[in-house]
């Protein structure tokens, strides 16, 4: 699952695990076709703003993490709430569960899924919750 993680997760382009899905494929479609109505009312110089702010330092691009440390503190520490928020509520949770879903959506939010590779990861994300949605069942 750790492997898993990583794979789907990691910030640059590379040899994905995961084929595409037809499930997977309208999911992106229904995405990409939210962001282009987003963007016309949103106005440029917001969008601008918020480009910026997603500029990859070239130290980062050279040494062909998955992670920058960022944002692996920020899993870290998101996962750790989590869990402790859970524990603490005395709640049945999957702490392998936790930790993936935070990693899955600090990447998406981080814009670690490109065009290319959004299908191929929303499958392996969908193929690692059903997975455990049946072992749950079974």
Same mark, same amino acid.
């Given at each position: %699952?750790?492997?898993?993680? #990583?794979?789907?997760?990691?910030?640059?382009?590379?040899?994905?695990?995961?084929?595409?899905?037809?499930?997977?494929?309208?999911?992106?479609?229904?995405?990409?076709?939210? @962001?282009?109505?987003? @963007?016309?009312?949103?106005?440029?110089?917001?969008?601008?703003?918020?480009? @910026?702010?997603?500029?990859?330092?070239?130290?980062?691009?050279?040494?062909?993490?998955?992670?920058?440390?960022?944002?692996?503190? %920020? @899993?870290?520490?998101?996962?750790?709430?989590?869990?402790?928020?859970?524990?603490?509520?005395?709640?049945?949770?999957?702490?392998? +569960? %936790?930790?993936?879903? %935070?990693?899955?959506?600090?990447?998406?939010?981080?814009?670690?899924?490109?065009?290319?590779?959004? #299908? +191929?990861?929303?499958?392996?994300?969908?193929?690692?919750?059903?997975?455990?949605?049946?072992?749950?069942? #079974?």
């Amino acid at each position: %699952v750790t492997e898993t993680e #990583v794979n789907l997760a990691r910030q640059g382009s590379g040899l994905e695990r995961f084929s595409s899905t037809p499930l997977s494929r309208s999911i992106v479609r229904w995405g990409v076709d939210t @962001n282009r109505f987003l @963007n016309k009312l949103t106005p440029s110089s917001f969008r601008e703003k918020l480009n @910026n702010r997603f500029v990859i330092p070239e130290q980062i691009e050279e040494q062909g993490v998955s992670f920058d440390l960022i944002r692996a503190s %920020v @899993n870290l520490t998101i996962a750790a709430l989590l869990i402790s928020l859970g524990t603490s509520l005395k709640l049945p949770l999957s702490t392998t +569960y %936790v930790t993936f879903m %935070v990693a899955m959506g600090t990447s998406l939010a981080d814009r670690a899924w490109g065009r290319e590779s959004a #299908v +191929y990861r929303i499958t392996g994300v969908l193929t690692v919750i059903g997975g455990w949605f049946i072992t749950a069942i #079974v």
